[in-house]
């Protein structure tokens, strides 16, 4: 039997976190009411100019730098040339011939190691706007808002060779463009998009196949379904004795099914010319040390230095530098506190709990540094107990309350008063003669069972450490 080797590259746009657009001064944020972010020069009207924004050019650069590019010294824009309802100039302004960044790479770890994947080339561009399918009335309505918001696209080299491999690279852009604060990466809002191009070929062979570009992909899972879908559709295609197309396809997660939009166009289909609105943009030495003087920490560094300064177990490094919102939280709220192990453990263990439970991702947290450090504070000086915090946290995660009025409010705090604990355990101890009588013969788990009806009658507000004390007290008594 034949056995197939997988070829895969990767078309990455990312929408760049500035607050207007590439060539006007509209705002990028996202969902507002449709076509309320527009003006003249986004939705294409006859005579208006362009004016880039120079904070695209400094993200741009910056990516390229962190991704170990070559940056273009003269950038020239071009005019890619389409009809689409979405595009109102029918005109996209794209960098066809001198792309900002060039010959970079990033290294991704793989199950036989550290693969470095090649980048080609980063561009920017504007984005086109939305179109939006009415079922109902059987109509298309188009909202411009997003026209012209600024992109980057990076054009991986086909490097990749299985969906496990493109998941660690796209993970690896990520965490390095939310570190750069270029933009959130955030998949489900469609701010950063991946499109897929993959051929297959018999293993050993030194040609490419046929290669296809796959769209639609809005999350890492609906990635990876589409990428066994395509190379599996392609296989048996090849094993049929059929040709592979090459074409753009459209890929449908609910039914794991991709079906076929147009033929793959190639670069002369769009009649690229030079941008005559905008003049070459001239990128100097010194220009470029300003932008690597300003790159942050990155994660391995960061990681690193988690481990050394704070005496982190590389485990918690790991997690808490996954996600920069994470990092930042954990960083600011031990500045606080100077508790590096207690804050690493609630950011682990239940705000991650939350996270999976809400289905939200890091960058969507909205508590501050400041609530997390005084419930920290409360519950390590004795104010609450644990599962009191756990409930006060659960509120803070949602509502970023004050941990120290929520509690003062709801009557939260530990009750110390040792004579209305002893009040309560007589009466648990006379009520419950049987649980009594199985600790007394050596069933030691039965006196988790008094705790409870303890702490149930405390009203969760107890010492669990002082009941089990004075439980034992009593029970030990002949």
């Known amino acids: 039997m034949k056995q197939y080797e997988t070829v895969i590259g990767l078309e990455v746009h990312v929408e760049l976190a500035t607050k207007t657009k590439i060539f006007c001064s509209c705002s990028t944020a996202f969902g507002g009411a449709p076509n309320t972010h527009t003006c003249p020069v986004c939705t294409g009207m006859p005579g208006s100019l362009p004016v880039l924004n120079k904070q695209v050019v400094e993200y741009a650069m910056a990516v390229g730098l962190a991704t170990n590019c070559e940056i273009t010294r003269k950038n020239i824009f071009d005019r890619k040339n389409y009809f689409y309802p979405d595009n109102p100039q029918n005109y996209q302004i794209s960098q066809l011939y001198h792309p900002i960044c060039t010959n970079g790479g990033v290294e991704i770890e793989t199950a036989e190691g550290k693969k470095t994947i090649g980048i080609h080339e980063i561009h920017m561009e504007e984005d086109a706007g939305k179109l939006i399918h009415d079922d109902w009335e059987d109509c298309s309505l188009v909202d411009f808002n997003r026209s012209g918001v600024p992109l980057i696209e990076i054009v991986s080299e086909p490097d990749m ?19 750069l604060g270029a933009s959130d990466c955030k998949l489900q809002e469609g701010s950063m998009r991946a499109d897929v191009n993959l051929s297959v070929r018999e293993a050993g062979a030194s040609e490419y196949g046929t290669r296809t570009e796959t769209k639609n992909l809005n999350s890492f899972k609906a990635i990876a379904r589409a990428i066994e879908a395509e190379r599996e559709r392609q296989i048996d295609l090849i094993e049929s004795g059929k040709q592979v197309v090459q074409e753009t396809r459209r890929w449908d997660d609910n039914k794991e099914y991709s079906y076929a939009m147009r033929s793959k166009e190639d670069a002369q289909d769009y009649r690229y010319f030079p941008e005559p609105d905008l003049v070459p943009v001239v990128i100097d030495d010194a220009w470029i040390e300003r932008v690597k ?40 709220t031990t500045a606080i506190c100077k508790k590096p192990k207690k804050v690493s453990n609630w950011l682990m263990v239940e705000t991650m709990r939350l996270l999976k439970e809400k289905e939200m991702e890091p960058e969507d947290l909205t508590f501050s540094p400041e609530n997390l450090a005084k419930l920290i504070e409360l519950a390590d000086s004795g104010a609450i107990n644990s599962s009191v915090a756990k409930e006060v946290f659960e509120v803070v995660f949602g509502k970023n ?67 089990n004390k004075v439980l034992k007290e009593y029970l030990l008594k002949d």
Request: charged letters at 35%; hydrophobic letters at 40%; aromatic letters at 8%.
């Open 161 to 179: 060779r299985s969906a496990d491999e493109v998941i660690a690279y796209l993970d690896k852009l990520r965490m390095i463009i939310q570190y």
């Open 293 to 332: 003087a300003a790159q942050p920490e990155f994660r391995e560094e960061k990681k690193a230095r988690y481990i050394a300064e704070f005496g982190l177990p590389e485990y918690d490094a790991d997690i808490l530098t996954g996600s920069k919102k994470m990092a930042s939280l954990f960083e600011e």
């Open 401 to 467: 309350i004050d941990p120290d009025k929520y509690v003062e409010e709801n009557g939260l705090k530990t009750v110390h008063d040792e004579g209305a604990l002893r009040a309560v355990i007589e009466e648990v101890i006379a009520n419950n003669p049987q649980s009594v009588a199985d600790y007394r013969n050596g069933k030691e788990k039965a006196i988790g069972f008094l705790v409870g009806q303890t702490m149930k009658a405390m009203k969760g507000k107890a010492d669990p450490g002082m009941i």
